[in-house]
């Protein structure tokens, strides 16, 4: 029963390097998406998929990039790493809408880049 | 841009008492709200949603009530227990997206 796994758990990057945050789940959710959690503030939509082969930016994009190729996949790259992203990254999925479905959460990724 | 804000930050309650968590939106167009808890180093687990057209949903000793008009919801724990000790946060969806708030830490003191 995984549910949402989200590899690593941990990560460290200097700054200027790329990596790839991964993001899978067994459930045939038709939504997937991408949340940074920062201190002090609620999570924030990077980006998000309404299925293979569709993919949308959220409210904070500029220094990501994602792609759907399948149902189960959904990759968060990053380009060339900042300090500024420095946070706690989170993989969720829904059946159907965000807004009409419940969300179900990964673990979480805590990246710190120097 | 929908803000989306939970006050207090922070709420610490002798074991027994009931739990009174408030959150606040500005834009009332939303499709559902959905709570949830977070535990500390995990990731969110979804507690209750309650549709738009809908003025509260319940689970177990949990109760979450939505006034769209104006812009408030609020998550009822009764008889609050340690186990119970997390920070709640809530979200609006509008469509596709969820904005969330920044949550509210619950401490429940043995």
């Known amino acids: 029963n995984a549910g949402v796994t989200q590899t690593p758990k941990f990560q460290v990057l200097k700054t200027g390097q790329s990596m790839t945050l991964q993001c899978a789940q067994d459930m045939n959710h038709e939504y997937m998406s991408w949340y940074r959690q920062d201190p002090g503030m609620g999570l924030r939509l990077i980006h998000y998929s309404v299925g293979a082969g569709i993919t949308d930016q959220g409210e904070v994009p500029n220094g990501y990039n994602v792609s759907r190729s399948t149902t189960e996949d959904f990759p968060l790259r990053l380009l060339s790493a900042a300090p500024s992203q420095t946070s706690v990254y989170f993989c969720?999925?829904?059946?159907?809408?965000?807004?009409?479905?419940?969300?179900?959460f990964g673990s979480g990724t805590q990246l710190s880049v120097l | 841009k929908q803000e989306v804000t939970q006050i207090p930050a922070a709420l610490s309650v002798p074991e027994g008492e009931n739990l009174v968590l408030n959150c606040s939106f500005t834009d009332s167009a939303i499709y559902n709200l959905q709570w949830f808890r977070q535990d500390p180093g995990k990731g969110l687990t979804s507690l209750l949603l309650i549709q738009s057209s809908q003025r509260e949903q319940t689970s177990g000793r949990l109760n979450a009530s939505l006034d769209k008009s104006s812009g408030r919801s609020t998550l009822y724990i009764a008889a609050s227990q340690p186990g119970d000790s997390a920070t709640y946060l809530c979200a609006v969806g509008n469509d596709y997206k969820l904005s969330f708030g920044a949550g509210t830490t619950v401490t429940v003191r043995a």
């Open positions: 969720a999925s829904s059946l159907g809408r965000a807004s009409n479905e419940k969300l179900f």
